[in-house]
Every structure is written in structure tokens, then in C-alpha cells.
């Protein structure tokens, strides 16, 4: 297994309570199943935790929250190499700003759950908005996050 980290920048809160940091990425797997793995760091309410994700869990959030909300930003593009380093590097710092200005664009939107959090930031109201953000939802496989 193999880690890859960037320096960690001071936390920089969006509009909703809530700072995001992608700031490295793991390989993880044997063999067909080698894929990278990308750290997401999460403060809110004075709590931190740690998640590993990969890119697929990214997508699936995007799709569900290009359902939900419509104002969702791009996100990078998918690529079918799973194990190139460079395509991780690029794609870390990619999706760590499509994450922020998920969070923040959505906090704006009167019936999302985050509304309620540019008055009051609740870690509570962060998973009802997405079970991505939830600590052990897919990490489940031999080999890794599923």
C-alpha cells in the first residue's frame, strides 16, 4: 500500500460551517482490483473526521446531488485507469474544490439540509445531506472502500 500527501493549507471554513481538505491518496487493492483511495478531511462543529473514498463514491454523489439541488459544479473528469499516480495527483486537488463549492452552493439553497448550518453547524444536518460524508458507510471490502 502506498500514500501520497500534499502539506496541509490552514482551514479555510465555507458558508456553511464546514472545512473540506482532500490532501492525499492511498493505492489500494491486489491486482484487478488496484484503485486510488483519496483522503477527505472533515471539520464542522468542532469535531474532525477522516474518510477514505473512491473516485466512484465522488461520482455517485455528484449524480444524486445533480438530482437534488441542479446548481452542482463539475466535477473531474472520469478516466478508466484506476492505478495512474498522475490522474491521482490531478484529480486530489480537482475534487477537493468540487467538494468546497458543493458545500457552499448548497448551503445557500433554502431546502437543503445545510441551509441550517450557516447559523448553526451541525454534523447531523452535514449526513442527512449526504451519507458520503458518513465515517464507515463504504468502507467494507477486503481490499479497501467498496
Same mark, same amino acid.
Given at each position: 500500500?502506498?500514500?501520497?500527501?500534499? *502539506?496541509?493549507? *490552514?482551514?479555510?471554513?465555507?458558508?456553511?460551517?464546514?472545512?473540506?481538505?482532500?490532501?492525499?491518496?492511498?493505492?489500494?487493492?491486489?491486482?484487478?482490483?488496484?484503485? =486510488?483511495?483519496?483522503?477527505?478531511?472533515?471539520?464542522?462543529?468542532?469535531?474532525?473526521?477522516?474518510?477514505?473514498?473512491?473516485?466512484?463514491?465522488?461520482?455517485?454523489?455528484?449524480?444524486?446531488?445533480?438530482?437534488?439541488?441542479?446548481?452542482?459544479?463539475?466535477?473531474?473528469?472520469?478516466?478508466?485507469?484506476?492505478?495512474?499516480?498522475?490522474?491521482?495527483?490531478?484529480?486530489?486537488?480537482?475534487?477537493?474544490? =468540487?467538494?468546497?463549492?458543493?458545500?457552499?452552493?448548497?448551503?445557500?439553497?433554502?431546502?437543503?439540509?445545510?441551509?441550517?448550518?450557516?447559523?448553526?453547524? *451541525?454534523?447531523?444536518?452535514?449526513?442527512?445531506? *449526504?451519507?458520503?460524508?458518513?465515517?464507515?458507510?463504504?468502507?467494507?471490502?477486503? =481490499?479497501?472502500?467498496?
Amino acid at each position: 500500500m502506498s500514500t501520497f500527501s500534499i *502539506s496541509l493549507a *490552514s482551514p479555510s471554513f465555507g458558508g456553511c460551517g464546514v472545512w473540506v481538505q482532500v490532501p492525499s491518496y492511498v493505492l489500494r487493492g491486489a491486482s484487478s482490483s488496484t484503485h =486510488y483511495e483519496y483522503e477527505v478531511q472533515v471539520i464542522m462543529a468542532g469535531e474532525r473526521w477522516t474518510l477514505l473514498r473512491r473516485y466512484k463514491r465522488f461520482r455517485e454523489l455528484h449524480l444524486t446531488m445533480k438530482n437534488k439541488w441542479q446548481p452542482c459544479h463539475s466535477l473531474p473528469g472520469i478516466s478508466y485507469s484506476k492505478t495512474s499516480e498522475s490522474l491521482a495527483r490531478q484529480r486530489r486537488k480537482l475534487l477537493e474544490d =468540487y467538494l468546497q463549492r458543493l458545500l457552499d452552493v448548497c448551503s445557500d439553497i433554502h431546502c437543503c439540509p445545510l441551509n441550517i448550518c450557516r447559523s448553526n453547524p *451541525s454534523k447531523l444536518a452535514l449526513l442527512e445531506f *449526504s451519507a458520503f460524508f458518513r465515517k464507515g458507510v463504504f468502507e467494507s471490502s477486503k =481490499y479497501g472502500t467498496s
